[in-house]
C-alpha cells in the first residue's frame, strides 16, 4: 500500500490494519521524537514508582529485624530469620506465570494497580505480627502479591520502545526503584524511632511496617488512575500517536499483535535455548544481590562493627553509587549498540567486590567492596531484562522469558537467603565463596551467548539461514 502522507490523521481502524505494512517514511523523526518524550513522561515514572513500592516493602524485612524484631519475634534463634526470608520466594516464583499471563487480558493499569494494594495490604498487616511463624507466612502472602509485578513493568516497557532505546529505559526504571531502596535505610532509621503507648506499638519496627504499608496502598489507588495501558488501548494517545508507537516496533523488530499462546506454545517459550542461558545468568547475580540486600545490615554491624542506627544510614550509600554507574553503563550500551561488554564487566566488579569483603580486614575496604558488590549485581540484575528482551522479537515469547527471568530471580533469592547462614556470622564465608562462584558461572554463558548470536546473524546476512525468531528483518543483539 502507499505510505500515508507525513501529517495526515490516520483512523485507528486503519491504523490496526497497517501497522505491519507501514513504510518508513510514514512518519517524521520529530513525530517519533515527540511520541518518545510522551512515552517517557507517562510510562517511565510509573513503572520506578511500582517497582520501588515492591522493593522497598520486600527488602524492608533486614531493617526491621536489626530494629527490634528479631529479638521481639524471636528470630535470632537458628535459621528462623532465613526462613522467613526464603519463604517470600516459593510463592513469588509459582504465581508469576499466571500473574503475567493475566496483564494481557486484565489490562496493564488494573492488574499492576491491583498488586500494588494486595501487597501493601500485607506489609500494614506485617506491622501487627506478634509470632514469628506468623511472619512467616506474611512473606509467603507477600509472595504472591508481588509475583508478576516485575515482568509485568518490564513487559509494559519492551511494548513500547524500539532495541536501542530499551536498556537505558530499563536501566533508568530499575536504578529509580534502587534509588528507592537506598532510602529505605534512612527512611526505617526515621521510622523505628516512632513510639506510641506501652504495648507493641512501643515497638519502633513494626511502624516500618505499618507507614510503608499505608503508603504502598495509597499509592495502589493512585496507579488506577495513572498506570499507562498497551499501545492498542491507550486512550491518552491520539490515533496518529497509536499508530506510530505499534509501526515504528514493527520496523524494528516485525513486532505484530499480541496473541494469547496456548500452554504448550508457552511451554516451547520457555525451554528456548536463549532463555535457559539467560535464566541462569539472572539466577546467579539475583542471588547475590537478594544476599546482600538481606545480609549487608547485618554483615555492618556483626562483621565490621558499625552500630544499627549507623548501619540503616549506610545502607543507602551503594544505591547511590550503583545508580550513577547503572544508567550510564545502559547509555553506553543503547549508544554504541551492544550488551556484552556491559554485562561482563558488571560481572567482574560483582565478583571483585565480593572477594574485597571476603578476604580484606580493615572496615573501610570492606565496605568499599560492598559498594562494588552492589554496583555490578544490582545493574546486571537490571540489565539482563533489557538484554533479555531485546533479543526476542515474538510479543507473547518475550512476555514469557520476563516470567522466566523473574522466576530464576526468585530461584535466587531462596539460595541468596539459606547460603548466608546465621551460624556463618559474621564474616559468612561460606556463602560469600558462593556467591563469588555463581558469579564467575555467568562469564562462559554471555561469551557463548555472544558467540552464538553474532554467529546466527553472519550466517542471516549471508543468505545461509532464514529469519531470526521467523521474523524478517530481525537480529539479535550481542
Excluded at 494469547?260 to 525451554?271: G, I, M, Q, R, Y
Excluded at 550510564?328 to 549498540?337: E, N, Q, V
Excluded at 558461572?441 to 546476512?461: A, D, E, F, H
Aim: charged share 15%; hydrophobic share 50%; aromatic share 12%.
Amino acid at each position: 500500500m502507499a505510505s500515508p502522507p507525513l501529517h495526515e490523521k490516520i483512523p485507528a481502524a486503519e491504523a490496526e490494519a497497517d501497522a505491519d505494512t507501514v513504510s518508513i517514511d510514514a512518519w517524521s523523526p520529530a513525530e517519533e521524537a515527540a511520541l518518545v518524550r510522551k512515552l517517557d513522561l507517562r510510562i517511565i515514572p510509573m513503572m520506578s514508582i511500582v517497582f520501588a513500592l515492591s522493593l522497598v516493602d520486600r527488602a524492608n524485612t533486614s531493617a526491621a529485624y536489626i530494629s527490634g524484631m528479631g529479638v521481639d519475634l524471636e528470630m535470632t534463634t537458628g535459621n528462623r530469620y532465613s526462613v522467613v526470608l526464603l519463604l517470600f520466594f516459593p510463592t513469588y516464583a509459582v504465581f508469576e506465570l499466571p500473574s503475567n499471563l493475566l496483564i494481557r487480558r486484565v489490562g496493564a493499569r488494573i492488574w499492576l494497580s491491583l498488586l500494588v494494594i494486595c501487597f501493601g495490604l500485607v506489609v500494614l498487616g506485617m506491622g501487627f505480627v506478634r509470632s514469628w511463624r506468623i511472619m512467616a507466612v506474611m512473606r509467603a502472602l507477600l509472595g504472591i502479591a508481588e509475583a508478576g509485578q516485575l515482568p509485568g513493568c518490564i513487559y509494559l516497557v519492551a511494548s513500547w520502545y524500539r532495541t536501542f532505546e530499551m536498556a537505558k529505559r530499563i536501566s533508568i526504571f530499575y536504578m529509580s526503584s534502587i534509588l528507592a531502596l537506598g532510602f529505605g535505610g534512612l527512611i526505617a532509621n526515621g521510622l523505628q524511632n516512632i513510639r506510641v503507648g506501652d504495648g507493641i506499638y512501643a515497638q519502633g519496627w513494626r511502624w516500618i511496617y505499618i507507614v510503608e504499608g499505608i503508603v504502598t496502598v495509597l499509592a495502589g489507588v493512585a496507579c488506577l488512575f495513572a498506570v499507562p495501558q498497551f499501545a492498542e488501548k491507550a486512550t491518552w494517545l491520539t490515533d496518529r500517536e497509536r499508530f506510530i508507537a505499534r509501526a515504528r516496533l514493527t520496523r524494528d523488530r516485525g513486532e505484530g499483535e499480541w496473541k494469547a499462546s496456548t500452554t504448550l506454545e508457552s511451554v516451547k517459550h520457555l525451554l528456548d535455548i536463549k532463555i535457559l542461558v539467560m535464566s541462569w545468568m539472572y539466577f546467579a547475580t539475583s542471588s547475590s544481590a537478594y544476599s546482600i540486600n538481606f545480609f549487608f545490615p547485618l554483615i555492618l554491624t556483626g562483621g565490621l562493627g558499625f552500630e544499627y542506627t549507623i548501619s540503616l544510614v549506610l545502607i543507602s550509600t551503594p544505591y547511590f553509587f550503583a545508580i550513577i554507574g547503572g544508567v550510564g553503563l545502559a547509555w553506553l550500551s543503547d549508544k554504541y549498540r551492544t550488551r556484552w561488554p556491559i554485562i561482563l564487566f558488571q560481572t567482574l566488579a560483582g565478583v571483585v567486590g565480593l572477594v574485597i569483603i571476603n578476604e580484606a580486614k580493615p572496615p573501610g575496604v570492606r565496605l568499599f567492596g560492598i559498594f562494588i558488590t552492589v554496583l555490578g549485581v544490582q545493574n546486571n540484575a537490571a540489565f539482563l531484562h533489557s538484554y533479555a528482551q531485546t533479543q526476542i522479537a515474538n510479543p507473547e515469547k518475550r512476555s514469557m522469558s520476563a516470567v522466566a527471568l523473574v522466576f530464576a530471580g526468585a530461584i535466587g533469592g531462596i539460595a541468596g537467603s539459606t547460603i548466608f547462614r546465621s551460624q556463618d556470622a559474621p564474616t559468612y564465608l561460606p556463602g560469600m565463596w558462593t556467591s563469588i562462584g555463581l558469579n564467575i558461572s555467568i562469564v562462559p554463558c554471555v561469551l557463548g551467548m555472544t558467540w552464538y548470536m553474532k554467529s546466527q546473524n553472519r550466517q542471516l546476512r549471508e543468505g545461509k539461514i532464514g529469519p531470526l525468531e521467523g521474523v524478517e528483518g530481525f537480529e539479535y543483539t550481542p
